[in-house]
């Protein structure tokens, strides 16, 4: 769940309308890039027996090198939350016409109270709840999308021939060189000391290899029934803009348009409580992990070395 965000219902969504298949590349990174987790590093992160990944690299390196990667992890950070809720509150003014700046100040608030107050523990049981409401809610719209299009092989013969040309990989040296980077890119971001801190909330090593493998079989599977609406939304409708007058970027309201279209209004409030989650996730986790990285790393160390747990806390 922390992988990915509303950015995949929205951005990758609008590429996906605009392009068609490129866009599963990155997924598919994902999905190599857990899978060699679960083979070779998941277990062994879990074993460093650390509170924060950033104090593995204190273990290995010299102290500078903890603050070099505490200040550059901690902006970068707060950057791809900014990416990660603009992605959400574009989604949701989409859908429920609103406008983005308040929605994203609120939308924000929400996020920030819920980790404040509920702590690393609230997020990971929250994270487990969310899927549980994505994945069923977005089967059930890429069943809805199908029906629209009376299935695979129609929705096949009216999309533009270029959206499904795999053979463009073989046959374009750019596009090969693009797909192995984008692989080695997820590979790194799925392998990384900062992004093991997701292997430190598991019970021992065991748990984080079978965490990784699942979440590899999710990024085969889930990818698939994501990136189908947009290409429903390209077939039935190919004037976007028509639609989403609000938007900067009407392609990035693809999903939207065929789930308002398609699905009862109860479903859609199910739908962006999803999208919310898918969000949710990726915040709060690095939230968590940044203000863990803070406290552990450069507050206790170098400010208050005799601090007490509660002052840290």
């Known amino acids: 769940m922390t992988q990915f965000s509303a950015w995949t219902f929205t951005g990758a ?3 996906a309308y605009a392009e068609g298949w490129p866009l599963i590349v990155v997924f598919m990174g994902n999905a190599l890039g857990f899978a060699l987790a679960a083979r070779f590093f998941a277990g062994r992160a879990r074993q460093m027996r650390v509170i924060t990944a950033i104090e593995a690299v204190r273990d290995r390196f010299p102290g500078a090198n903890e603050q070099v990667f505490i200040w550059l992890q ?4 707060t950057l ?3 990416i990660w809720l603009n992605g959400l509150c574009v989604f949701l003014a989409a859908v429920f016409g609103l406008p983005l700046e308040p929605t994203i100040l609120i939308t924000g608030g929400v996020v920030l109270g819920m980790t404040l107050f509920g702590g690393a523990w609230a997020a990971i049981a929250g994270d487990f709840v969310q899927m549980l409401v994505l994945m069923p809610v977005t089967l059930v719209a890429a069943f809805l999308a199908l029906r629209e299009v009376d299935g695979v092989g129609p929705l096949v013969e009216q999309l533009p021939e270029a959206h499904l040309r795999l053979g463009d990989l073989w046959s374009s040296p750019l596009m090969l060189v693009w797909t192995a980077a984008i692989f080695i ?7 990384n000391l900062f992004d093991a801190s ?3 909330c598991v019970r021992d090593a065991h748990h984080a290899r079978k965490a990784a493998g699942l979440a590899s079989i999710l990024f085969v599977v889930g990818p698939v029934v994501w990136l189908l609406l947009p290409l429903v939304s390209r077939v ?3 004037d976007l803009g028509a639609l989403f007058r609000g938007l900067n970027n009407p392609s990035e309201g693809a999903f939207a348009a065929i ?6 209004a109860g479903m859609i409030g199910l739908l962006v409580s999803g999208m919310f989650s898918a969000t949710m996730s990726s915040m709060d986790s690095g939230l968590n992990r940044n203000a863990g990285i803070f406290v552990k790393n450069f507050y206790q160390p170098v400010l208050r070395p005799a601090a007490a747990d509660r002052e840290l806390v």
């Open 80 to 82: 791809y939350a900014g």
């Open 185 to 191: 890119k997820q590979y790194i971001n799925t392998n």
């Open 236 to 238: 039935l409708y190919p």
């Open 259 to 264: 789930c308002i279209a398609t699905m009862p």
């Open 74 to 77: 901690i902006p970068l950070g």
């Open 13 to 15: 969504a609008g590429k």
């Open 198 to 200: 997701r292997y430190l």
